[in-house]
């Protein structure tokens, strides 16, 4: 069964072990579902001060709800909207200190005061894009930019 691991080194040393991590859990799984619902909760338990974690899918030209750690969210999210819909068109990293200064922010969760975003890809094409809440203005750093980054890129080799 799968273990925690204790997490020591520099942050991006902890968020590549997060993502060997990442790669060992979901090796041999094929359902989206299963990957997904597994890396929200991962990256979840890793991450401090963090209010949401999870997946919008890009389906049916829109960003649908998918698998996530926190409490209810936007179901839907037109593309180019808010910070997920502008990762998810600009097909780049969103990181926003204060996103209550972000022209269209999409309020799902009062409570979030930051948000990192990170579209992910597969066989080329937008597949929909990782989001991550926080209620701590300017929560994430260049490194969290870095190392959420590249977990992003490790889920990809499983979708």
């Known amino acids: ?57 890009w389906k049916e030209e829109q960003l649908i709800l998918g698998p996530f750690q926190g409490l209810p969210a936007c179901v839907r999210i037109s593309y180019g909207k808010g910070v997920c819909g502008t990762a998810a068109k600009e097909e780049k990293t969103m990181r926003v200190a204060d996103v209550h200064a972000f022209p269209g922010h999409i309020a799902c969760d009062a409570a979030s005061n930051s948000e990192i975003v990170v579209p992910l890809f597969k066989n080329g094409s937008l597949f929909g894009v990782l989001d991550i809440d926080s209620p701590d203005k300017d929560r994430f750093t260049s490194e969290d930019e870095e190392g959420i980054g590249h977990f992003a890129r490790t889920l990809e080799k499983h979708l």
């Open 1 to 57: 069964m799968f273990e925690t691991t204790d997490y020591k080194g520099s942050l991006l040393e902890r968020y590549h072990l997060l993502a060997k991590q990442l790669d060992a859990l979901l090796d041999g799984e094929s359902d989206t579902t299963a990957n997904l619902s597994n890396a929200s909760a991962l990256l979840h338990q890793f991450l401090e001060n963090v209010n949401w974690t999870g997946f919008y899918v």
